[in-house]
């Protein structure tokens, strides 16, 4: 017993010296999870809040009830208020804004004379589901211009019913689930260059000759990495919340989901370290893994509404689990229809099943 | 001669990197996994699961249910009662529920029909979505000439007062896919690119032979050419089969007249990712560092240069420095001369590559000599 506990204190120790000696790994783990955490919300940028130039014409009471529309139109536009409209349309044929809105002069006379005016959208249609957008917003706006205006011949409306008193913002919510892609990043890479080092510096081998089980020592190194990533992932977690104004609603329960995704990783690193065996593929390997995981989870919008096959696959990913503690802990927000006690004892079970994979991996290395 | 050299240090580098084959799987993960995904994210982006609940069997509950039904593109329409359709809402079967009551007729007789919708508004992006697909299909049932297909100088008066004239920018009718589908293949040449070089240089450094390219009698731009070369072939090497796949099934169609300018734009991308390579490679010691540091720098290329997004929504100052990204003119030029009928800022994109492959080359060299020295 003693023997095994000196043996993994002696892999703790050699572990720490080692990360001692690559700060510059850790600095950039550290940089990367902090940046790919920024660029992942780039996609969440277009989903709402279309830059589109505004120039009006019209000075009317009508004209700005109309912008006003246009303002509240489910976060559909970010409105650039423009006098020049060619400069506009310069703007939006160079993919600087997406689209230009004009207002022509005399609008709210000619609506208050009963007659329709016509409202020129000039949209870069790049791309269809882009061009849509635009076709839905316009509507919705007009829609939401005749009710506050209550125009004869407009017999029907909207009622709406929410499940959440407030919307999160995509970006909010995605910024959540990228701090388990976070977790991956930095626990898997470290764990698993570690493990795969002791292979390709053979010293596998000597430690398999050792007096104790040389799963021992390697249980050492990997219990430094994970500490070592929950610290890195600390400081991605602070940057993270502070930056883009994120207060969890409960912050024990993202703490400890965070945490067991960081042993979770770790295991998951250590084994694929020991499956590898070679430094160079293994960071390669985790970090090309890391975006399509993290985007078959649950990420940007519960996972069931992408149809059952993908929702059945997700379940195979220990992201898609922690996603789901993760939006809750932050956002109080259920985002899979298994209870969360169900949840988190799938993650339990994936950390035990992760340790499992780690021990079997790494024994199979050493014989 | 100096051609044969630099033909033999190009192959030597492909044969070195067919020894590698795991690391050479690796870097193929991020662009097979980002189709992948795309895949799945097109599913996602353009219909949304909704339940619809009609109550009322009056015709104007027929005419709205017909109107919401139509919307293809929009809805991925479940026609249920409405107990059903609340359990679907539960278990997250569908995002929503559009009810129309049984009531609606009467309602819609004196003016205050109301559709009515329940969210599960977990995030803004598809609730949104839903939110403005709805509102349309409600519009239309009022102004059917505000919604429609043909909205080009539409200018029939309405019950809104207010009519659409859209004109677009460009002819085009590229969907989401297939738009976001078309940078993988430049995400293939970058990591290909990047990852390749940059781990030559660095076993170069780590074996030192790196110091007896110094001494070769070869000149020293023959050995630097053969290196860059030798990131090029391996670019087109994984690159072309793609592309010859991507035709095969259907996801791309290059017109004939394009070819030319797609070799451009490939090669064009293949020199920076591998003279980018070729700089991280030199720059930082330890093939660990090397190999994480050129994946990541693929990534992020791909992702500012707009690989992920429409770089329009991106804040000014990112869209600021995108336009120093290289990729940023490879994508747009691949999007241009694959989609677009009249290709206008096909020739600037080309011109700005170009100058940045030149660029590329001028540093990676200048660096990669220096190192042999140190």
């Given at each position: 017993?003693?023997?095994?506990?000196r043996a993994l204190l002696g892999g703790m120790n050699a572990e720490l010296n080692r990360m001692r000696r690559s700060?510059?790994?850790?600095?950039?783990?550290?940089?990367?999870?902090?940046?790919?955490?920024?660029?992942?919300?780039?996609?969440?940028?277009?989903?709402?809040?279309?830059?589109?130039?505004?120039?009006?014409?019209?000075?009317?009471?009508?004209?700005?009830?109309?912008?006003?529309?246009?303002?509240?139109?489910?976060?559909?536009?970010?409105?650039?208020?423009?006098?020049?409209?060619?400069?506009?349309?310069?703007?939006?044929?160079?993919?600087?804004?997406?689209?230009?809105?004009?207002?022509?002069?005399?609008?709210?006379?000619?609506?208050?004379?009963?007659?329709?005016?016509?409202?020129?959208?000039?949209?870069?249609?790049?791309?269809?589901?882009?061009?849509?957008?635009?076709?839905?917003?316009?509507?919705?706006?007009?829609?939401?211009?005749?009710?506050?205006?209550?125009?004869?011949?407009?017999?029907?409306?909207?009622?709406?019913?929410?499940?959440?008193?407030?919307?999160?913002?995509?970006?909010?919510?995605?910024?959540?689930?990228?701090?388990?892609?976070?977790?991956?990043?930095?626990?898997?890479?470290l764990s698993?260059l570690s493990v795969?080092e002791e292979?390709?510096s053979?010293t596998a081998?000597l430690l398999?000759?050792s007096?104790v089980?040389p799963l021992i020592p390697m249980m050492g190194r990997v219990v430094v990495t994970?500490l070592v990533?929950?610290?890195?992932?600390?400081?991605?977690?602070?940057?993270?919340?502070?930056?883009?104004?994120?207060?969890?609603?409960?912050?024990?329960?993202?703490?400890?989901?965070?945490?067991?995704?960081?042993?979770?990783?770790?295991?998951?690193?250590?084994?694929?370290?020991?499956?590898?065996?070679?430094?160079?593929?293994?960071?390669?390997?985790?970090?090309?893994?890391?975006?399509?995981?993290?985007?078959?989870?649950?990420?940007?919008?519960?996972?069931?509404?992408?149809?059952?096959?993908?929702?059945?696959?997700?379940?195979?990913?220990?992201?898609?689990?922690?996603?789901?503690?993760?939006?809750?802990?932050?956002?109080?927000?259920?985002?899979?229809?298994?209870?969360?006690?169900?949840?988190?004892?799938?993650?339990?079970?994936?950390?035990?099943?992760?340790?499992?994979?780690?021990?079997?991996?790494?024994?199979?290395?050493?014989? | 001669?100096?051609?044969?050299?630099?033909?033999?240090?190009?192959?030597?580098?492909?044969?070195?990197?067919?020894?590698?084959?795991?690391?050479?799987?690796?870097?193929?993960?991020?662009?097979?996994?980002?189709?992948?995904?795309?895949?799945?994210?097109?599913?996602?982006?353009?219909?949304?699961?909704?339940?619809?609940?009609?109550?009322?069997?009056?015709?104007?509950?027929?005419?709205?249910?017909?109107?919401?039904?139509?919307?293809?593109?929009?809805?991925?329409?479940?026609?249920?009662?409405?107990?059903?359709?609340?359990?679907?809402?539960?278990?997250?079967?569908?995002?929503?529920?559009?009810?129309?009551?049984?009531?609606?007729?009467?309602?819609?007789?004196?003016?205050?029909?109301?559709?009515?919708?329940?969210?599960?508004?977990?995030?803004?992006?598809?609730?949104?979505?839903?939110?403005?697909?709805?509102?349309?299909?409600?519009?239309?049932?009022?102004?059917?000439?505000?919604?429609?297909?043909?909205?080009?100088?539409?200018?029939?008066?309405?019950?809104?007062?207010?009519?659409?004239?859209?004109?677009?920018?460009?002819?085009?009718?590229?969907?989401?896919?297939?738009?976001?589908?078309?940078?993988?293949?430049?995400?293939?040449?970058?990591?290909?690119?990047?990852?390749?070089?940059?781990?030559?240089?660095?076993?170069?450094?780590?074996?030192?032979?790196?110091?007896?390219?110094?001494?070769?009698?070869?000149?020293?731009?023959?050995?630097?050419?053969?290196?860059?070369?030798?990131?090029?072939?391996?670019?087109?090497?994984?690159?072309?089969?793609?592309?010859?796949?991507?035709?095969?099934?259907?996801?791309?169609?290059?017109?004939?007249?394009?070819?030319?300018?797609?070799?451009?734009?490939?090669?064009?991308?293949?020199?920076?990712?591998?003279?980018?390579?070729?700089?991280?490679?030199?720059?930082?010691?330890?093939?660990?560092?090397?190999?994480?540091?050129?994946?990541?720098?693929?990534?992020?290329?791909?992702?500012?240069?707009?690989?992920?997004?429409?770089?329009?929504?991106?804040?000014?100052?990112?869209?600021?420095?995108?336009?120093?990204?290289?990729?940023?003119?490879?994508?747009?030029?691949?999007?241009?001369?694959?989609?677009?009928?009249?290709?206008?800022?096909?020739?600037?994109?080309?011109?700005?590559?170009?100058?940045?492959?030149?660029?590329?080359?001028?540093?990676?060299?200048?660096?990669?000599?220096?190192?042999?020295?140190?």
């Open positions: 017993m003693r023997k095994n506990l700060r510059l790994l850790i600095a950039i783990v550290v940089v990367q999870s902090v940046t790919f955490l920024i660029l992942v919300t780039l996609f969440g940028m277009t989903g709402a809040y279309a830059p589109t130039a505004l120039v009006n014409y019209d000075n009317g009471p009508l004209a700005q009830q109309f912008i006003h529309s246009l303002e509240n139109d489910h976060h559909s536009f970010a409105l650039i208020f423009m006098n020049n409209e060619t400069a506009a349309k310069e703007l939006v044929e160079q993919g600087v804004i997406v689209a230009m809105i004009v207002i022509p002069q005399g609008f709210s006379q000619s609506i208050s004379e009963g007659k329709t005016v016509p409202v020129t959208v000039f949209i870069d249609n790049i791309n269809t589901d882009m061009t849509d957008d635009i076709q839905r917003a316009m509507p919705a706006a007009v829609m939401s211009f005749g009710d506050a205006l209550k125009f004869e011949g407009v017999n029907v409306s909207v009622a709406e019913t929410d499940s959440y008193t407030h919307d999160t913002s995509f970006i909010d919510y995605m910024i959540a689930s990228a701090l388990v892609l976070d977790a991956l990043i930095i626990a898997g890479t698993a795969a292979f390709e053979k081998r398999a000759i007096p089980h994970a990533s929950a610290g890195a992932l600390a400081i991605t977690v602070i940057v993270a919340l502070v930056s883009y104004g994120i207060s969890p609603v409960q912050p024990l329960e993202m703490v400890l989901t965070l945490l067991f995704c960081v042993a979770i990783f770790s295991c998951l690193g250590a084994a694929l370290g020991a499956i590898m065996k070679r430094t160079l593929p293994v960071a390669l390997f985790v970090l090309g893994s890391a975006l399509p995981l993290f985007l078959f989870s649950g990420s940007y919008e519960p996972q069931r509404f992408d149809g059952n096959l993908i929702w059945v696959a997700a379940h195979f990913s220990p992201e898609y689990y922690a996603v789901g503690l993760m939006e809750n802990a932050v956002f109080n927000l259920k985002v899979t229809p298994e209870p969360l006690g169900l949840l988190a004892l799938a993650l339990v079970g994936w950390g035990i099943g992760a340790l499992a994979l780690a021990w079997f991996f790494s024994r199979r290395g050493f014989s | 001669m100096k051609k044969n050299s630099i033909w033999t240090i190009a192959l030597h580098d492909l044969k070195r990197w067919r020894k590698m084959p795991l690391t050479a799987a690796c870097a193929l993960i991020p662009p097979i996994a980002m189709t992948l995904v795309l895949v799945s994210l097109s599913l996602a982006v353009t219909q949304q699961p909704v339940a619809l609940v009609v109550q009322g069997n009056g015709p104007a509950s027929v005419q709205m249910a017909q109107i919401i039904k139509s919307d293809t593109e929009a809805y991925d329409l479940t026609i249920t009662n409405a107990a059903t359709a609340n359990s679907m809402l539960q278990d997250e079967k569908v995002a929503a529920v559009i009810t129309i009551p049984s009531t609606f007729d009467a309602q819609v007789a004196n003016g205050t029909g109301k559709v009515l919708l329940t969210i599960n508004n977990v995030d803004f992006d598809f609730s949104d979505d839903i939110r403005r697909s709805v509102d349309r299909s409600v519009v239309e049932f009022d102004a059917q000439g505000l919604v429609s297909d043909e909205l080009i100088n539409s200018s029939l008066p309405n019950v809104y007062h207010v009519a659409l004239d859209e004109q677009y920018v460009r002819e085009t009718n590229v969907d989401w896919f297939h738009y976001q589908l078309v940078p993988t293949f430049l995400l293939l040449v970058l990591n290909v690119g990047l990852v390749g070089t940059a781990l030559m240089c660095a076993l170069d450094t780590e074996s030192k032979t790196a110091r007896m390219l110094a001494l070769s009698p070869q000149r020293s731009w023959v050995l630097i050419s053969g290196r860059i070369l030798g990131g090029v072939l391996a670019c087109f090497a994984i690159v072309l089969p793609a592309v010859l796949i991507g035709v095969l099934v259907g996801f791309i169609s290059p017109p004939i007249a394009q070819l030319p300018a797609l070799f451009g734009i490939f090669l064009g991308t293949a020199l920076c990712a591998s003279c980018i390579g070729a700089i991280i490679g030199t720059c930082v010691k330890g093939s660990r560092y090397v190999a994480f540091l050129s994946s990541m720098t693929a990534i992020y290329l791909f992702l500012l240069g707009g690989g992920f997004t429409a770089i329009e929504f991106v804040p000014h100052w990112l869209q600021g420095v995108s336009a120093f990204i290289p990729t940023r003119y490879s994508i747009d030029a691949l999007r241009q001369a694959l989609f677009y009928l009249n290709p206008t800022g096909l020739p600037y994109s080309l011109l700005v590559l170009a100058l940045y492959a030149i660029a590329c080359v001028g540093v990676g060299a200048l660096l990669m000599r220096r190192s042999w020295n140190t």
